[in-house]
């Protein structure tokens, strides 16, 4: 198996279609795929199960175990058997849902639009343009690696509510990506060091995401006349307001360990004393004993109690409810790896050395990455997830993906895939 095809041929392929794939980000980017709009996340899979078809990809779909969600979809093209036995795998990971409802895109004018070497308009960075990453990177393997490309079965895994990190998706993941998967590949956004960091141009990788715990805070007080009875009350929201001052102290940005109220709520009317009150919050840390030590401080306060009642000692209660929890993924020996093959590749193309990061933001690689090895940050470069909006003095931009970034990052994953199939010691059967 040769594996040193001329670079420059697969850059002149890449660029001579740029525009078929740029065309299908917009058939894409024009579906509204909203998390809590299944029809439209469902429209978006058949939409990229008929886009993956060419190619020989087959669709499965499997409805959320939640209901407002769509179905998830995983893409598979079973590689041909080798010397050694059944063909090993690679897991491609993007998702289909976006954080803007279609009342937001249409209030905000949120659309496709090209504006220089900008394309505008929502999930071009995160995750659409991920996704028409992999067909690029797929099309490429296809002509120039074709014993990489039929000797890999190859599955991609798209999430239909990875916005809302539905647990349900990494339990079919790690049931898919079984022992046989060289990798899973996770085709997020990607970052290039800017002016100023020291290395403007070179590539970054995800090789770390903080893990994150979702808390309920009720607190239970004594509702009183706020006139006749006030000794007699036991407020909840000041009781409450003591409770996220304490949370508030628990960030500690030394050990990247932050605490965030997100919600509060509490009280019925101006003249009685709230008997209930509650917040809702979440957590974040990268490393998983400091992630472990902030579910104890919080699952502590269930004995906090500052507020009584001042006529009989009447107590407010606090109950913490860890409502769900995703737990980091540190830097481990798997993802450097794979972050060591990238890099290798990166020198290949005399790209210039990559650089790691750790994100505070999570993704569907925290199910994955200890139970084989993972990667991310392998999609286009853009920026300003998750907003829509835009002003006139440039303060405020909508999300947006860079053109130029399509071509040599999908030269990046070609060559880095061939290599990692190379140094797995994978013998792939020549077709006849």
Same mark, same amino acid.
């Given at each position: ?38 029809? $439209? ?14 190619? %020989?990809?087959? &669709? ?5 175990? @939640? ?15 080798? &010397?050694? $036995? ?6 491609? !990971? %993007? ?10 895109? *249409? ?9 220089? =070497?900008? !394309?505008? $308009? ?7 343009? $991920? ?30 509510? *990875? ?7 990494? *339990? ?27 290395? *403007? ?52 940005? @030394? ?31 990268? =490393? &998983? ?31 913490? @409810? ?7 993924? &540190? ?53 300003? %997830?998750?907003? %829509? ?15 130029? #970034? ?17 140094? #797995? ?8």
């Amino acid at each position: 198996m040769s594996l040193t095809p001329i670079h420059t041929d697969i850059r002149s392929y890449l660029e001579r279609n740029l525009h078929v794939y740029l065309d299908l980000l917009h058939q894409m980017v024009a579906i509204n795929s909203f998390t809590l709009n299944p029809k $439209g996340v469902n429209g978006l899979g058949k939409l990229t199960a008929d886009m993956f078809l060419p190619l %020989s990809f087959m &669709p499965e779909f499997f409805p959320s175990t @939640d209901f407002r969600y769509g179905r998830h979809l995983v893409l598979t093209r079973v590689g041909r058997r080798g &010397p050694d $036995g059944p063909a090993p795998a690679i897991g491609l !990971i %993007s998702h289909l849902d976006t954080v803007y409802p279609a009342a937001e895109e *249409e209030a905000n004018d949120f659309r496709f639009r090209i504006e220089g =070497d900008r !394309i505008y $308009g929502p999930g071009t960075v995160d995750i659409k343009g $991920g996704t028409v990453m992999i067909y690029m990177v797929l099309d490429a393997l296809r002509q120039f690696y074709p014993e990489v490309f039929d000797g890999i079965t190859w599955r991609i895994l798209l999430n239909a509510a *990875e916005e809302v990190l539905s647990p349900d998706f990494g *339990e079919l993941s790690r049931r898919t990506l079984d022992d046989g998967t060289l990798a899973a590949l996770v085709f997020e956004g990607g970052d290039a060091a800017r002016k100023g960091d020291g290395e *403007e141009g070179h590539y970054r990788l995800v090789t770390a995401r903080k893990g994150m715990a979702r808390y309920r805070v009720t607190v239970n007080g004594r509702g009183a006349h706020a006139g006749a009875y006030h000794r007699k009350g036991a407020n909840a929201i000041v009781q409450l307001a003591d409770v996220i001052r304490e949370i508030h102290d628990f960030t500690d940005y @030394d050990r990247d360990l932050t605490f965030n109220v997100g919600t509060i709520m509490g009280g019925t009317v101006i003249n009685r004393v709230p008997h209930e009150a509650a917040a809702s919050l979440e957590m974040r840390a990268f =490393d &998983p004993v400091v992630f472990e030590g902030g579910v104890d401080r919080m699952l502590a306060l269930n004995d906090y109690c500052t507020v009584r009642s001042s006529e009989d000692g009447y107590p407010c209660t606090v109950r913490v @409810d860890v409502e769900g929890r995703w737990a980091p993924w &540190p830097p481990n020996d798997g993802t450097q790896g794979l972050f060591d093959i990238w890099n290798a590749a990166a020198a290949e193309l005399e790209m210039g050395a990559i650089g790691p990061q750790a994100r505070g933001g999570l993704s569907d690689g925290n199910w994955l990455w200890d139970s084989l090895p993972t990667i991310d940050g392998l999609g286009p470069e853009g920026d300003n %997830s998750h907003s %829509s909006e835009r002003s006139a003095d440039g303060s405020k931009e909508q999300e947006y993906v860079r053109v130029s #970034s399509f071509v040599p990052k999908a030269l990046l994953n070609v060559a880095a895939i061939v290599r990692l199939v190379e140094e #797995s010691g994978v013998r792939l059967m020549r077709g006849i």
